[in-house]
């Protein structure tokens, strides 16, 4: 007769040395979040009865042990191990999961039965022999189990971890990092399957969120953001999410039969199109979603780089079809129009990227230098900006008009783009002005400044009966501004014409035939005795006078000049007689 469950020995371990034969791997499938709630709610913890769900994960172990025939001998009790190579049977890795579940629901009956200092030493042991247990579980299911299962069983050992050192109250760092992980999975697993496996991973996460807000609070309310779902996890689980991501776009892909766009329907008959179109609706999801309102810029331009990436590959794949589509004129109007519609959202998604940058940019154009020396914003870089998304919108609007037969939501989103391409050419002119404005050109900062402000009135008259009222308010402001710049530049230009005379009589009252000595620079060591500064204005680039070099000439002695006057009047002897003679011979001295 065998051991009772409950008594079984708890160091089961993977024997990664076992001879495992050379067969087709069997690849199991458990819905773990699904099989556990309902064995949890049909069994006891509907009322929190954990004694009761305790006694059941015990009979269906004896009737698992059972119908696999796994026994562990008659009368004297033989340990056999669950390794890679047991489990040739789905209801193994049951064994595993509901072993896994007695000791956690045995530790939650001790929990709640209030315990004392031997008691909970009691709980925590059977905490961790819940994570003893999980782990193995999930091991054992990323060797035999799909993706899926592999990952949700990840996410069923973290959460044990996770509240092991929940229990512990030491480490609640880590208690934080699995209960975040497990989080993140169950948000990517959320996004995908039935409404039935929506809703429990919902109500999953709304089980964790108290535990991650207690854990937040211990530790000072400064560790993890709620938007890191996926920064804490390490390289394999985020590699078993994307796997699990890319199976489930699969699966949906192959239901997936037409393109929709501003009342257009086009099929989609090539599997990967559907793939890349699915992953980048899924991306617009989440990044149009409630949750995103808290997630930082950068993160943000990584989801939109991504949507670009997956539109891109759509894309390649519709042009790959028409070049091997031939002279079949029906699927080819099917693939035009299916690129045409692919390229106006790309161009869509584009513009609302550089819309975030602007936003970003202008965040920063109002701020002041501070002690980290931020960058601020320059005018021209926003110009810059407003350039491509005029240019942006121009190539939308084209691209959606070259269509013969425009339906009526066609005609309105080209008149949307229209108008919004009049507010970004306001805007750009706007910050033009704003760039004359610093460079001290008053005259032509005031023209700029009120031709944005007319500009924005005839977009504002356009938008009279329309429903997009960010975009109206947008352009009230930016008339206010407008206006209010006008006659800020308007009142800079008269007084700078009238300190222009004042100028100009100072400089000539100042004028004088001697040196110019009011251009010397004043040096700091010249100036010892008395305080005035040797650094020149705040907001000029002149650098600061402590000495100059190279030092200045100065006027030094030179040696006395001495004049010989009297060499012109001393009359020499002649020395004639004491040179020497030169010896002539016979025939010179007769040739003479």
């Known amino acids: 007769m065998?051991?009772?469950?409950?008594?079984?020995?708890?160091?089961?371990?993977?024997?990664?040395?076992s001879a495992v034969e050379e067969k087709p791997a069997i690849r199991f499938s458990i819905n773990v979040l699904e099989l556990m709630r309902e064995a949890q709610m049909q069994h006891g913890l509907r009322q929190s009865d954990y004694t009761r769900y305790r006694r059941y994960c015990s009979a269906r172990l004896r009737r698992?042990?059972?119908?696999?025939?796994?026994?562990?001998?008659?009368?004297?009790?033989?340990?056999?191990?669950i390794t890679e190579s047991t489990v040739t049977d789905v209801r193994f890795l049951h064994v595993v999961f509901y072993m896994a579940e007695r000791a956690w629901s045995h530790a939650m009956e001790k929990k709640t039965a209030g315990t004392n200092a031997q008691q909970r030493i009691y709980m925590l042991g059977r905490f961790r022999k819940a994570v003893k247990w999980a782990s193995l579980f999930s091991q054992l299911c990323s060797v035999k189990g799909d993706s899926r299962t592999s990952l949700e069983a990840e996410a069923y050992a973290s959460y044990m971890?996770?509240?092991?050192?929940?229990?512990?109250?030491?480490?609640?760092?880590?208690?934080?990092?699995?209960?975040?992980?497990?989080?993140?999975?169950?948000e990517e697993l959320g996004k995908y399957g039935s409404i039935e496996n929506q809703l429990l991973c919902r109500q999953r996460i709304d089980e964790l969120e108290p535990m991650i807000d207690f854990c937040s609070h211990k530790l000072g309310g400064s560790y993890l953001q709620a938007h890191?779902?996926?920064?804490?996890?390490?390289?394999?689980?985020?590699?078993?999410?994307?796997?699990?991501?890319?199976?489930?776009?699969?699966?949906?892909?192959?239901?997936?039969?037409?393109?929709?766009?501003?009342?257009?329907?086009?099929?989609?008959?090539?599997?990967?199109?559907?793939?890349?179109?699915?992953?980048?609706?899924?991306?617009?999801?989440d990044l149009s979603g409630a949750a995103t309102e808290s997630v930082a810029a950068d993160k943000k331009l990584a989801i939109f780089d991504k949507i670009f990436s997956a539109y891109h590959d759509a894309r390649s794949c519709i042009r790959n079809d028409l070049a091997s589509a031939g002279n079949a004129e029906d699927i080819r109007d099917e693939l035009n129009g299916l690129d045409k519609a692919v390229s106006a959202v790309l161009g869509l998604r584009t513009i609302e990227r550089n819309q975030l940058l602007v936003s970003i940019a202008k965040s920063k154009f109002t701020k002041h230098r501070d002690e980290k020396n931020e960058r601020i914003t320059k005018p021209e870089e926003l110009v810059r900006l407003y350039d491509l998304l005029i240019?942006?919108?121009?190539?939308?609007?084209?691209?959606?008009?070259?269509?013969?037969?425009?339906?009526?939501?066609?005609?309105?989103?080209?008149?949307?783009?229209?108008?919004?391409?009049?507010?970004?050419?306001?805007?750009?002119?706007?910050?033009?002005?704003?760039?004359?404005?610093?460079?001290?050109?008053?005259?032509?900062?005031?023209?700029?400044?009120?031709h944005a402000r007319t500009l924005t009135d005839s977009a504002l008259q356009q938008l009279a009966n329309s429903n997009d009222k960010a975009l109206i308010q947008d352009l009230?402001?930016?008339?206010?501004?407008?206006?209010?710049?006008?006659?800020?530049?308007?009142?800079?230009?008269?007084?700078?014409?009238?300190?222009?005379?004042?100028?100009?009589?100072?400089?000539?009252?100042?004028?004088?035939?001697?040196?110019?000595?009011?251009?010397?620079?004043?040096?700091?060591?010249?100036?010892?005795?008395?305080?005035?500064?040797?650094?020149?204005?705040?907001?000029?680039?002149?650098?600061?006078?402590?000495?100059?070099?190279?030092?200045p000439f100065q006027a030094v002695p030179c040696n006395p000049i001495v004049l010989d006057m009297a060499y012109n009047a001393v009359e020499f002897p002649s020395l004639e007689n004491r040179m020497k003679k030169e010896k002539k011979g016979l025939l010179s001295r007769f040739w003479g």
């Open 64 to 81: 698992l042990y059972k119908s696999l025939k796994f026994l562990h001998g008659r009368g004297k009790y033989t340990r056999r191990n």
């Open 2 to 17: 065998s051991k009772p469950a409950d008594q079984q020995p708890s160091d089961m371990q993977v024997d990664s040395s």
């Open 476 to 551: 009230k402001s930016l008339s206010d501004n407008c206006r209010s710049n006008s006659c800020i530049e308007h009142a800079t230009g008269i007084m700078e014409e009238e300190i222009v005379p004042l100028k100009l009589s100072k400089g000539v009252s100042t004028m004088s035939l001697a040196d110019d000595k009011t251009k010397e620079n004043k040096y700091l060591l010249d100036m010892l005795e008395s305080y005035e500064s040797a650094i020149g204005e705040p907001n000029t680039k002149a650098p600061c006078h402590i000495a100059q070099f190279p030092p």
């Open 161 to 186: 971890k996770g509240a092991l050192f929940f229990e512990q109250d030491k480490n609640i760092d880590a208690a934080m990092i699995n209960f975040k992980n497990t989080r993140a999975i169950y």
């Open 391 to 450: 240019q942006n919108a121009t190539d939308l609007t084209d691209l959606v008009s070259s269509g013969r037969n425009k339906n009526e939501e066609e005609n309105s989103f080209i008149h949307e783009y229209e108008l919004k391409g009049l507010a970004f050419r306001a805007e750009r002119c706007f910050f033009l002005a704003k760039s004359y404005s610093s460079a001290g050109k008053r005259a032509e900062a005031y023209a700029l400044f009120c």
């Open 228 to 285: 890191e779902l996926l920064e804490t996890a390490n390289d394999l689980l985020k590699a078993k999410m994307e796997a699990v991501l890319s199976e489930t776009r699969s699966q949906q892909a192959a239901s997936m039969t037409e393109f929709n766009w501003l009342g257009r329907t086009f099929p989609i008959t090539n599997a990967k199109t559907r793939v890349s179109i699915l992953k980048a609706q899924q991306l617009e999801r």
